[in-house]
Nanobody, 121 residues
Framework: QVQLVESGGGLMQPGGSLRLSCATSGMSSSFINYIITWFRQATGLEREWVGWLITTADTTDYPDDVKSRFIITRDRTRKTSALQMTSLKVEETGTYYC????????????WGKGTLVTVSS
């Protein structure tokens, strides 16, 4: 059974940096075949995309509001992904989720349970 487990959340002051991790296990297909996407969901709001990484191409993309401040990486050996966030803003408070979708096989779509990030002074 595929599992994704996020970690690294916590309380951070505005302007600070935080690194979240997403550990994966149980993938029958190679980790490299998955597109890793990070999402954020604030209380009462819809889940929103904060970036993705296409592992086969080492390609990343981010929405404009986090571009240059958020970086997604992955470790092929450890089958993990990380979301490095800098210059955090109060409005970026929320639960951050890791999602893995197979790039070619439909139905292989997995989510972690999230890790809470609170940006507050």
């Amino acid at each position: 059974q595929v599992q994704l487990v996020e970690s690294g959340g916590g309380l951070m002051q505005p302007g600070g940096s935080l690194r979240l991790s997403c550990a994966t296990s149980g993938m029958s297909s190679s980790f490299i075949n998955y597109i890793i996407t990070w999402f954020r969901q604030a209380t009462g709001l819809e889940r929103e995309w904060v970036g993705w990484l296409i592992t086969t191409a080492d390609t990343t993309d981010y929405p404009d509001d986090v571009k240059s401040r958020f970086i997604i990486t992955r470790d092929r050996t450890r089958k993990t992904s990380a979301l490095q966030m800098t210059s955090l803003k109060v409005e970026e408070t929320g639960t951050y989720y890791c999602n893995a979708v197979h790039s070619t096989i439909r139905g292989l779509d997995f989510w972690g349970k999230g890790t809470l990030v609170t940006v507050s002074s």
